[in-house]
């Protein structure tokens, strides 16, 4: 009877090369489950990523290239547009002959169609008047004349002897400009192209840009002063309370921000409720002016915002514990100083996530100042709306626009530097 043994050796270089392809196979089979994963990762959230590129990325990245871009003059006037590229109105005199022949027939060439009243409206957004000019000298161009095509430009209007005319032309011939934004920060350029502060009559946007800084910051402060008692309230009263003033609260979300402002017409207006009820109680003998000015936009924005401010500040005061008043009570404090040191810098990230998010918010405001402002309380959106709309300077606009969102994104990235991070998730 043979006896088979219950143990069979194998050769000791066969196992490890037997466990070295396990282990890459075992590695390998890892790597294309982790990429799997990733993938089906990926394809989850592509549909928000797409939504984000469609409706938030592309359109500012529009935004920031028409603030900088406009390439109508050199599309339509090709020729005269290179000529002038070449030319320096720093040196004084006027463009030659050629610079001359070739905007005349590039002015020909687009006469009676679409481009020339592009070209006089991009024109006219430099300099006030160039639109006229270039109409009504591309309408008398066509005309017999004699001479040089100087002498033809001179006969039809004097401004075309003068470096301002040539000089606008110039730096609108160049599809990259800054003249968008040199006019946002109430800058152009003079006759020779050099940069100069507007006259004092014509400077707007620097101090609207201080105008809307100013307001967004005393919307926000008075949020806050108004907001939060009344969330520190919600917040230490007993659920089946807090819950229904709660919905007081959040009232104001479910009614429309035309109707809110409006609302507070009615209230402010000269013969209002309000300077009804101040009248008949005897605290003013004539009504007083509340509305159309600042301290009507400063009321009917604070009470649109304020709702956010005592949200952000309730949702961080739920959180805090009242052992610790509790604690320095014990130990002696009284209740204003133990609110001070034991409470409210735990409430601080609220805070700081409350203003800034009422701030934001403020910035961009347009319905609420345009109706309840005066035409001196108008903010940035009024004027970004307004060129947009009227006089269709889309690259003013898109400048204007964009001077906001940096400094927007500025005092957000100061914030969030001086808290050190705390409190900045928004809401």
Same mark, same amino acid.
């Not at 989850?44 to 797409?50: D, I, K």
């Not at 009470?303 to 130990?331: D, E, Q, W």
């Not at 601080?348 to 403020?362: D, E, N, R």
């Given at each position: 009877?043979?006896?088979?043994?219950?143990?069979?050796?194998?050769?000791?270089?066969?196992?490890?090369?037997?466990?070295?392809?396990?282990?890459?196979?075992?590695?390998?089979?890892?790597?294309?489950?982790?990429?799997?994963?990733?993938?089906?990762?990926?394809?989850?959230?592509? +549909?928000?990523?797409?939504? /984000?590129?469609?409706?938030? /990325?592309?359109?500012?990245?529009?935004?920031?290239?028409?603030?900088?871009? =406009? $390439?109508?003059?050199?599309? *339509?006037?090709?020729?005269?547009?290179?000529?002038?590229?070449?030319?320096?109105?720093?040196?004084?005199?006027?463009?030659?002959?050629?610079?001359?022949?070739?905007?005349?027939?590039?002015?020909?060439?687009?006469?009676?169609?679409?481009?020339?009243?592009?070209?006089?409206?991009?024109?006219?957004?430099?300099?006030?008047?160039?639109?006229?000019?270039?109409?009504?000298?591309?309408?008398?161009? %066509?005309? +017999?004349? *004699?001479?040089?095509?100087?002498?033809?430009?001179?006969?039809?209007?004097?401004?075309? =002897? *003068?470096?301002?005319?040539?000089?606008?032309?110039?730096?609108?011939?160049?599809?990259?400009?800054?003249?968008?934004?040199? #006019?946002?920060?109430?800058?152009?350029?003079?006759?020779?192209?050099?940069?100069?502060?507007?006259? =004092?009559?014509?400077?707007?946007?620097?101090?609207?840009?201080? #105008?809307?800084?100013?307001?967004?910051?005393?919307?926000?402060?008075?949020?806050?002063?108004?907001?939060?008692?009344?969330?520190?309230?919600?917040?230490?009263?007993?659920?089946?309370?807090?819950?229904?003033?709660? !919905?007081?609260? /959040?009232?104001?979300?479910?009614?429309?921000?035309?109707?809110?402002?409006?609302?507070?017409?009615?209230?402010?207006?000269?013969?209002?409720?309000?300077?009804?009820?101040?009248?008949?109680?005897?605290?003013?003998?004539?009504?007083?002016?509340?509305?159309?000015?600042?301290? &009507?936009?400063?009321?009917?924005?604070?009470?649109?915002?304020? $709702?956010?401010?005592?949200?952000?500040?309730?949702?961080?005061?739920? %959180?805090?514990?009242?052992?610790?008043? #509790?604690?320095?009570?014990?130990? &002696?404090?009284?209740?204003?100083?133990?609110?001070?040191?034991?409470?409210?810098?735990?409430?601080?990230?609220?805070?700081?996530?409350?203003?800034?998010?009422?701030?934001?918010?403020?910035?961009?405001?347009?319905?609420? $100042?345009?109706?309840?402002?005066? +035409?001196? =309380?108008?903010?940035?959106?009024?004027? !970004?709306?307004?060129?947009?709309?009227?006089?269709?300077?889309?690259?003013?606009?898109?400048?204007?626009?964009?001077?906001?969102?940096?400094?927007?994104? !500025?005092?957000?990235?100061?914030?969030?530097?001086?808290?050190?991070?705390?409190?900045?998730?928004? %809401?």
């Amino acid at each position: 009877m043979m006896i088979l043994p219950t143990n069979v050796a194998v050769p000791r270089g066969d196992a490890e090369q037997a466990f070295v392809v396990d282990s890459r196979s075992l590695k390998a089979k890892l790597r294309g489950a982790e990429r799997a994963e990733r993938f089906k990762a990926a394809m989850l959230v592509f +549909p928000l990523l797409a939504f /984000l590129l469609v409706t938030f /990325l592309v359109p500012i990245g529009s935004l920031l290239l028409k603030s900088f871009r =406009d $390439p109508t003059v050199s599309r *339509e006037l090709p020729h005269a547009a290179t000529l002038l590229r070449d030319w320096s109105p720093a040196a004084g005199q006027l463009p030659d002959e050629h610079v001359y022949e070739a905007f005349g027939r590039d002015l020909l060439a687009i006469k009676g169609t679409d481009g020339m009243s592009r070209v006089a409206s991009r024109l006219n957004y430099d300099d006030t008047g160039m639109r006229s000019l270039i109409m009504k000298t591309a309408r008398r161009l %066509g005309e +017999p004349g *004699e001479g040089t095509w100087r002498q033809r430009f001179s006969a039809i209007d004097p401004r075309w =002897d *003068e470096m301002r005319s040539w000089s606008t032309l110039k730096y609108a011939s160049s599809p990259w400009t800054l003249g968008y934004y040199l #006019k946002a920060f109430d800058f152009k350029r003079d006759e020779r192209g050099a940069i100069v502060r507007q006259p =004092d009559g014509q400077r707007l946007y620097v101090d609207v840009f201080v #105008k809307t800084a100013w307001v967004s910051v005393s919307v926000s402060v008075l949020c806050l002063l108004l907001g939060y008692p009344v969330a520190y309230f919600l917040a230490n009263i007993p659920a089946r309370y807090s819950n229904l003033f709660m !919905i007081l609260v /959040l009232l104001p979300f479910w009614t429309s921000i035309l109707v809110r402002t409006t609302a507070w017409v009615v209230v402010l207006q000269t013969h209002g409720v309000l300077n009804d009820i101040l009248i008949r109680f005897g605290l003013t003998n004539h009504a007083l002016s509340l509305i159309y000015n600042r301290f &009507g936009v400063l009321v009917a924005m604070t009470h649109i915002l304020l $709702p956010y401010a005592i949200l952000s500040l309730y949702s961080v005061m739920k %959180g805090v514990p009242n052992l610790y008043v #509790k604690a320095a009570r014990s130990l &002696g404090a009284g209740p204003v100083r133990s609110f001070l040191e034991a409470y409210f810098p735990q409430t601080l990230p609220g805070v700081g996530a409350a203003g800034m998010l009422t701030f934001i918010l403020a910035v961009g405001y347009y319905i609420t $100042p345009a109706i309840v402002g005066g +035409p001196d =309380d108008q903010l940035a959106s009024y004027y !970004i709306a307004y060129h947009v709309n009227t006089t269709l300077n889309w690259g003013l606009a898109s400048a204007l626009a964009s001077t906001l969102l940096a400094g927007v994104l !500025i005092v957000y990235g100061l914030f969030v530097k001086l808290t050190g991070g705390a409190g900045v998730k928004l %809401g």
